[in-house]
C-alpha cells in the first residue's frame, strides 16, 4: 500500500466542502452578508458615536445645543435626567457607540466572540434608549434633535441586531454534525 493512501487513525478527516453548481461554497454568500451588516454596523456606530461626542463637548464646555425640529434640546439637555452626577449621559452613549463600532468591525472580520458582546450591548442600548424616550415624551414633555438621532440610529443597531441573532440561529440549525 502506497504511504499516501494510508490513513491516521487519530486524525479526523473533514468531508470535501459542498460545491454549488457555480463553483462557489454555499456558505460563502451567508457569511458575506453577516459581514456587510457588521460593517454597516460599525458605520452607524460612527455616525452615533459622533452625536454623542457632540452633545458631550456641548454639555461640558457650558455652550448651548442648537436643534433644528424641536425648539426644547435645553429642556431636555438641560434637565436633571441628563447627567450622572457630574458626567454627561452623552459620554456614556459615546462609550458604547465605541464599543459597539469595535465589536462590529472585530465581528465583520471574523473573530466570533465579538458576535454575542455585540448583541448583548446593542440590546442594552437599545433598553436604556427606550427609558431615554419615555422620559421625554411623559416626564420632560419634550424632545431633542440629537437624542431622537440617536434612537433612531441605535433601532437601526437593534434592527441589524436581529436579523443577525436569527440568521446566526438559521445557519446554526443547518450545520451538520
Not at 460545491?19 to 456606530?45: H, M
Request: charged share 15%; with cysteine.
Amino acid at each position: 500500500m502506497p504511504p499516501w493512501e494510508i490513513k491516521n487513525e487519530f486524525v479526523k478527516e473533514l468531508d470535501p466542502p459542498a460545491v454549488d453548481p457555480n463553483g462557489k461554497s454555499p456558505t460563502a454568500r451567508p457569511r458575506r452578508l453577516e459581514s456587510i451588516l457588521y460593517i454597516l454596523a460599525a458605520l452607524i456606530a460612527l455616525l452615533g458615536l459622533s452625536d454623542s461626542i457632540y452633545l458631550t463637548v456641548q454639555h461640558l464646555t457650558g455652550r448651548d445645543v442648537d436643534c433644528l425640529a424641536f425648539a426644547a434640546c435645553e429642556t431636555v439637555l438641560g434637565s436633571s435626567y441628563a447627567a450622572v452626577g457630574k458626567v454627561p449621559l452623552a459620554a456614556f452613549g459615546a462609550m458604547a457607540y465605541f464599543g459597539v463600532f469595535s465589536l462590529a468591525t472585530l465581528a465583520a472580520f471574523g473573530r466570533r466572540w465579538a458576535r454575542p458582546s455585540f448583541l448583548c450591548l446593542v440590546g442594552a442600548m437599545m433598553g436604556v434608549t427606550c427609558w431615554l424616550l419615555y422620559l421625554q415624551a411623559f416626564v420632560l414633555h419634550a424632545f431633542c434633535d440629537f437624542c431622537l438621532l440617536s434612537a433612531t440610529l441605535i433601532t437601526i443597531l437593534s434592527v441589524i441586531g436581529v436579523v443577525l441573532f436569527f440568521k446566526g440561529k438559521s445557519a446554526t440549525r443547518r450545520r451538520p454534525n
